[in-house]
């Protein structure tokens, strides 16, 4: 234990770092963006003229951190069109009556219209009705595009192209946030999937009424999505149930429901299937059907294809798999184009770091599931591509006492095992890497830590998302067997935030707990109160604990707080240990060494997210799609 004058003295010098820099300040360069690889996964597709209202074109977008684009490609003529949006994203899309192709806004939720026949792209304002995207459009009887204006509020805008105007109708359930999608059926009325707390609402333009129509049984699921029209009937998949529910438009009466796939989390519905017949793909393997609606029976058309946004003549699928664009020929039975359609641009935000036992930064991007090394001797930067065939991102990545990174990843809480020495092939074989392990289950949705224990188990903390499960959890995973054993009353409220181990023991945080467990006992051999922000192991067998505007440490040998001091760079959001064996932190404005006896040493004035640190002890973290490096002066 520290003296009292010693104490004194250090608490002082804390003070006085809030003042003032060190003498010789850190310097921070920029490396570059890992990733400029976009999401195509919440965009459907469309099929109209191309430029100058010429061919038969595909046309989609993306959502990228740094903006958008409708991008357009005809295979038949090798022909691109790309039309940047002054959006994020853009989700919803729709062909108008006119060959006019709308696609709805992500931060912020406008509308923009393009138009094959001048090459035009056009916006009209739809967040002024207090929006942030639009998820999903539709094109009415009589021309008006019907948008699904989904967040925070599920409001039903409808636009006049005709006018140039658009209303907005009201929210179709009030007090919910997502309106998922819509379609309208043969008969002009409107159907919206609605989440959070799934509902199913025909709305109807002429009276402007609305009707409840999901069954009770489905009333605690998360949402109603890819809700399709085709010919007489209408189809929407049940989030989280993946039941894929058949409506008969004209009577607004459910006549059938197709369980999920075998295996698979849901059913997504493809755009272009007319009178009975729809086009359908798995979630995650991604295998396209036929379905016949009048009596369910299902055919498989092709496996492990990518995403079908859309099925032309019965014979071409157009399809998006990760960053290509893929067309696909049910008639001869193999696909005849691939194109990537996005390349370029400012990049996706970066997500998560660790450091790899080959001494490189590996990292992943939001909504890509991609991963990317940066080579700590040259600085290059590497997208190494898309790690597991769910859609989402890596959420938390962490090395390993064994030299491998372990995965945790969004949607479904993905567990998988990446190690840099052998040559990348993602998949579920015994080879495959990264190689995924499976989802931890129970609903989770989220991982916020990971980590590999002592005795060999990978330790997760997940929370669940959507309504898809009530608490969080603080899993242990057997990647041999891939058993998950979930535990949701771990911590107080279920999930866990932070994990990191050593040679004996697993600490973690969630639920205002700060605790220490011991693999070989199934007990936690110390727990205590405290908000906590970010934990690293120290040397001396010894962890650092950020939270409430202190540093602590924690001494296993003691089995208690030895020292907390106040934090002068102000609580970490993320912390590593570097080769010294003393702790990196980083937050927004600041990056910073923490020392066994709780010191805070600020390095520079200069922040940002996440943490990780090479084997020559310099910091990396993340501002955005960028990759920035700390080195000592």
């Not at 001048?118 to 639009?134: M, N």
């Not at 798999?321 to 696909?328: E, F, K, N, V």
């Not at 998302?465 to 990647?479: H, L, N, V, W």
Request: glycine fraction near 12%; charge should be neutral; hydrophobic fraction near 35%.
């Amino acid at each position: 234990m520290q003296s009292r004058s010693r104490k004194a003295a250090s608490f002082l010098f804390a003070l006085t770092m809030t003042q003032a820099a060190p003498a010789e300040t850190w310097k921070v360069e920029t490396l570059g963006i890992p990733v400029n690889a976009v999401n195509y996964e919440n965009t459907g597709g469309v099929l109209s003229a191309g430029p100058g209202g010429e061919g038969r074109m595909f046309y989609t977008s993306y959502y990228r951190s740094t903006g958008a684009e409708l991008v357009g490609y005809d295979f038949r003529t090798n022909t691109t069109v790309r039309k940047r949006l002054g959006s994020n994203g853009g989700y919803g899309i729709a062909v108008g009556t006119d060959g006019s192709v709308y696609v709805g806004g992500v931060n912020p939720g406008d509308l923009y219209r393009y138009d094959p026949k001048t090459d035009e792209l056009t916006a009209t304002t739809v967040k002024q009705f207090g929006v942030q995207y639009i998820w999903d459009c539709a094109i009415g009887n009589d021309g008006t595009v019907y948008c699904a204006a989904g967040y925070p509020k599920t409001k039903l805008v409808a636009y006049d192209p005709k006018m140039n105007r658009a209303r907005d109708l009201g929210e179709m359930v009030p007090g919910e946030q997502y309106l998922r999608s819509l379609c309208v059926d043969k008969q002009g009325k409107v159907w919206c999937g609605v989440g959070m707390k799934a509902h199913l609402v025909v709305y109807d333009p002429a009276t402007r009424t609305k009707q409840e129509v999901l069954p009770k049984e489905y009333a605690n699921s998360s949402s109603a999505y890819d809700t399709t029209a085709v010919g007489d009937y209408v189809a929407t998949n049940v989030n989280f149930d993946g039941v894929l529910l058949i409506y008969d438009s004209a009577t607004m009466r459910l006549v059938r429901t197709i369980p999920k796939p075998a295996n698979q989390k849901a059913w997504m519905i493809s755009s272009g299937g007319h009178d009975h017949i729809a086009y359908l793909w798995t979630l995650p393997n991604m295998d396209a059907c036929r379905c016949d609606l009048r009596d369910g029976k299902l055919t498989l058309l092709v496996e492990n294809l990518g995403q079908v946004k859309i099925v032309e003549a019965d014979r071409w699928l157009h399809t998006v798999d990760d960053q290509s664009y893929l067309a696909y020929d049910l008639q001869e039975k193999k696909i005849v184009a691939r194109k990537v359609i996005t390349e370029g641009g400012d990049g996706m935000d970066v997500f998560s770091l660790t450091r790899g036992a080959d001494g490189n930064i590996y990292g992943s991007t939001y909504i890509n599931m991609h991963l990317f090394r940066c080579d700590a001797d040259t600085g290059t930067l590497t997208d190494l591509g898309k790690a597991l065939r769910w859609a989402g991102q890596v959420d938390s990545m962490s090395l390993g006492s064994d030299g491998r990174i372990y995965i945790g990843a969004y949607t479904d809480a993905v567990v998988a095992i990446y190690d840099p020495k052998q040559p990348w092939q993602p998949g579920l074989k015994a080879d495959s890497n990264p190689r995924e392990i499976g989802p931890v289950g129970k609903g989770q949705y989220r991982t916020r830590a990971n980590c590999l224990g002592p005795d060999g188990h990978v330790y997760v903390g997940s929370i669940p998302a959507y309504r898809s499960a009530e608490t969080g959890a603080f899993t242990i995973c057997d990647p041999k067997t891939g058993k998950m054993d979930v535990r949701t009353d771990f911590v107080k409220g279920g999930a866990v935030d932070t994990l990191v181990a050593d040679d004996l023991y697993v600490y973690g945080a969630g639920g205002g707990e700060f605790f220490v467990y011991d693999p070989k006992t199934d007990k936690k051999v110390f727990r205590e109160e405290r908000k906590v922000t970010a934990l690293a192991v120290l040397k001396g067998n010894k962890v650092a604990v950020s939270g409430n505007g202190k540093i602590a440490v924690y001494d296993r040998q003691q089995g208690k707080i030895i020292d907390e001091k106040p934090n002068p760079a102000a609580d970490f959001t993320h912390m590593a240990t570097g080769p010294d064996g003393l702790v990196y932190g980083v937050n927004p404005k600041h990056v910073a060494r923490i020392s066994t006896d709780a010191t805070v040493e600020n390095l520079t004035d200069e922040g940002g997210k996440f943490a990780a640190v090479d084997s020559q002890g310099r910091v990396y973290f993340a501002r955005g799609p960028r990759l920035l490096r700390c080195s000592p002066p």
